[in-house]
């Protein structure tokens, strides 16, 4: 039973991931967006047929599914049913589930999608052009303090003209998330997700509040440091992503990129050199800049019957180099995960996926380093972090795949 779901889910997996990655690459064509809304009807249909499946899973008492694990064929699930039941607790009366499911297309998912299309639709007017997100985005780390300036406003302005649509998004995913954790009875906002990650509340909180309590000596001092180094009393909000003073403002050309990180990548290993290689020659990266493109960057895996796909916007810069390498770091982890564990046990949650591409992110920044041969500060671009990229998504049970 558990091989006929995973199949049937996988089916929808790919025809969903499908119609996502196609949209991702034009959301201002309304033929697209039409098809994508009709695939997620048709999906949401199909899929509130089977939710029984993981209902009655979840209802089962635990001797009943350790029986049922004593078979080996269903133990090799056992990391997968564990992750399910542990939403137990928070699960309602099986109508109640199918009523959430079929209406979160008109809910939720619908106020995402009128978010991301608002962001893709957005032109910012800029010394008399009308910009992209992202191309403002790389105006507003310019080594030039006015260009970053202008950026910075200009995106304020266009942001702050939307902003009735803004805050109604925003108010109205707050209320909807609120009226659900109520039901299903999460103590804290970021119960569900910590949950989903297989992380306790407490753990997020004492990481939160160690953070927090280091600001003066890590960002106030690092930010003090780099007031300096640019000759201010202090920072301005455009001043804080700056580029150190005399780091190099040079354009990296694409093939130089692939060539950086793929070699950063076949020096660790040259298995994963192989693996990160086939992305490039494929290729299964949408690399560049196209008006109606969404923005930020991600890596779907879609379902491992396929392959993964890497968005993202590349402009050049070393955080786009980085950002790369980042997005990299998934597609790698995505394929083996894949290969190995089948479609239902490639699933990670975020906590696990971000290990991998920080790591090649690391490896990349540490080759950028090494090759670096002048040794004062803004020599080497440090590197873009975690900031400035696609969003997560955990979605249910057909579309769970991760945005990451
Ligand atoms: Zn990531």
């Not at 949401?44 to 029986?67: H, K, M, P, Y």
């Not at 893709?120 to 992209?132: K, V, Y």
């Not at 990299?328 to 394929?335: R, S, T």
């Amino acid at each position: 039973m558990l091989k006929r779901y995973e199949a049937l889910d996988e089916r929808l997996g790919k025809i969903g991931s499908y119609a996502q990655l196609l949209y991702a690459q034009d959301m201002s064509n309304p033929d697209v967006g039409r098809f994508y809304q009709s695939v997620q009807e048709r999906i949401t249909e199909i899929a509130s047929r089977v939710l029984f499946f993981g209902l009655e899973l979840n209802q089962l008492d635990e001797a009943v599914v350790e029986g049922l694990l004593a078979d080996p064929a269903a133990a090799r699930y056992r990391p997968w049913i564990a992750a399910t039941r542990a939403f137990r607790p928070h699960q309602l009366p099986d109508a109640q589930e199918k009523l959430l499911l079929e209406k979160s297309l008109t809910g939720r998912s619908a106020w995402v999608r009128l978010f991301d299309e608002t962001m893709a639709a957005l032109r910012i007017p800029l010394d008399g052009r009308e910009l992209t997100s992202t191309e403002v985005l790389a105006l507003m780390v310019s080594p030039e303090r006015k260009t970053r300036q202008d950026a910075t406003q200009a995106f304020g302005k266009a942001l702050g003209e939307q902003v009735r649509v803004f805050s109604l998004i925003t108010n109205t995913l707050a209320k909807d998330k609120e009226v659900e954790d109520r039901w299903r009875k999460y103590p804290r906002p970021i119960s569900s997700r910590n949950l989903g990650n297989r992380v306790e509340d407490e753990v997020v909180a004492a990481l939160i509040s160690a953070v927090r309590a280091a600001y003066p000596r890590l960002a106030h001092r690092y930010y003090k440091l780099k007031a300096g180094w640019l000759g201010l009393p202090h920072l301005e909000a455009w001043d804080r992503n700056a580029p150190l003073p005399g780091a190099p403002d040079r354009q990296i050309p694409w093939s130089e990129a692939t060539q950086t990180v793929l070699s950063a990548y076949t020096k660790f290993s040259p298995d994963l050199g192989k693996v990160a290689e086939q992305f490039f020659e494929k290729p299964w990266i949408d690399a560049p800049l196209r008006p109606g493109k969404a923005p930020g960057a991600f890596a779907h895996p879609t379902v491992p019957s396929a392959h993964p796909y890497l968005l993202v916007n590349y402009q050049g810069k070393v955080r786009d180099v980085m950002t790369l390498a980042h997005e990299l770091g998934h597609g790698v982890h995505q394929v083996l995960a894949g290969k190995e564990q089948g479609h239902l046990l490639a699933d990670t949650p975020l906590t696990l996926a971000e290990t991998a591409s920080v790591f090649g992110e690391m490896l990349t920044f540490r080759a950028l380093l090494a090759a670096e041969k002048e040794k004062r500060p803004g020599a080497a671009a440090l590197p873009a972090g975690l900031q400035g990229r696609g969003h997560a998504e955990h979605g249910g049970s057909a579309n769970r795949a991760a945005f990451v």
